[in-house]
């Protein structure tokens, strides 16, 4: 059973910065592209960011490239997203997710946080 665990979430002002971190448990985690996605209030989950299993390639949404950057520790299991310049826009539920395939879709992701939630205030 593979288990993502996010956290790192809160409240920060405009211009702040937060590093989300998901732990990942129950599968062999560097086989596995990473991705980070995102929901705010009353809007559609939308994709945020991917990072290959080797950690060599990473994709990006526009609303995020050059303030977001996503990593991850393959002997720590661990996935992480570095965010700067943060905007009240970027307020929302953050999710990460586990897939074989190297993707912005979200149906093409097959496992599931349950979600950590930012708030930037204006």
């Known amino acids: 059973q593979v288990q993502l665990v996010e956290s790192g979430g809160g409240l920060v002002q405009a211009g702040g910065s937060l590093r989300l971190s998901c732990a990942a448990s129950?599968?062999?985690?560097?086989?596995?592209?990473m991705g980070w996605f995102r929901q705010a209030p009353g809007k559609e989950q939308d994709f945020v960011a991917a990072?290959?299993?080797?950690?060599?390639?990473?994709l990006y949404a526009d609303s995020v490239k050059g303030r977001f950057t996503i990593s991850r520790d393959n002997a720590k299991n661990t996935l992480y997203l570095q965010m700067n310049s943060l905007k009240p826009e970027d307020t929302a539920d953050y999710y990460c997710?586990?897939?074989?395939?190297?993707?912005?879709?979200?149906?093409?992701?097959?496992?599931w946080g349950q979600g950590t939630q930012v708030t930037v205030s204006s």
């Open positions: 129950g599968h062999t985690f560097s086989t596995n592209v």
């Open positions: 997710a586990a897939s074989k395939a190297y993707s912005s879709r979200r149906w093409q992701y097959d496992y």
């Open positions: 990072i290959s299993g080797s950690g060599e390639w990473t």
